[in-house]
């Protein structure tokens, strides 16, 4: 009964022990998330002064490059590396070729529809209400030919069918 008592004890303390490493690593596990939501927030508003600036400096350039060719008469040359991109700094600092531009068509004007063309959502819904709503239309009666007289005889005109008492 005492090795009982004492494996009892030494499982006890084993269970506390592992609550409490469980305890630990959950507290790490949310600080790590909390370091990284703090540093995706830095980023992201380090991205966003980043394209403020870029902001900036193409409005000044652009600004400047009016009166630079407006006083010489002749058009700016493009600065050292425009048509070059650099790499993410994380990745590698190997340089890229500037895309080819893509030839495209011009666009064709856009041709507005009439507004009596157009109708909402609202009238095409009522109209197909209404028409659900409404009886079937009414068709003229079909004709009925009786199946004793033949077909020929009854359409020639002024020829009565043999047999028929009716004067012409």
């Known amino acids: 009964m005492a090795t009982r008592s004492?494996?009892?004890?030494?499982?006890?303390?084993?269970?506390?022990?592992?609550?409490?490493?469980?305890?630990?690593?959950?507290?790490q596990v949310r600080s790590a998330k909390a370091q990284l939501k703090q540093a995706r927030k830095l980023l992201k508003i380090e991205k966003k002064a980043a394209k403020q600036a870029r902001k900036k400096v193409e409005a000044a350039a652009a600004t400047a490059a009016p009166a630079a060719t407006a006083a010489s008469g002749r058009q700016p040359k493009p600065p050292e590396g425009a048509g070059i991109t650099v790499a993410k700094a994380g990745k590698s600092a190997a340089v890229r070729k500037p895309a080819r531009p893509v030839p495209r068509s011009t666009p064709?004007?856009?041709?507005?529809?009439?507004?009596?063309?157009?109708?909402?959502?609202?009238?095409?819904?009522?109209?197909?209400?209404?028409?659900?709503?409404?009886?079937?239309?009414?068709?003229?009666?079909?004709?009925?030919?009786?199946?004793?007289?033949?077909?020929?005889?009854?359409?020639?005109?002024?020829?009565?069918?043999?047999?028929?008492?009716?004067?012409?």
């Not at 004492?6 to 690593?25: D, V, Y």
């Not at 009238?123 to 209404?130: D, L, P, Q, Y």
């Open 6 to 27: 004492a494996t009892l004890e030494r499982l006890k303390a084993a269970a506390a022990k592992a609550a409490a490493r469980s305890a630990a690593a959950k507290e």
């Open 108 to 168: 064709k004007p856009r041709v507005r529809k009439s507004p009596e063309a157009l109708r909402s959502a609202a009238e095409v819904a009522k109209s197909v209400i209404e028409r659900l709503h409404s009886p079937p239309p009414v068709l003229p009666p079909t004709p009925v030919i009786p199946a004793d007289t033949p077909p020929a005889a009854a359409s020639a005109p002024g020829v009565t069918p043999a047999g028929s008492d009716e004067p012409t």
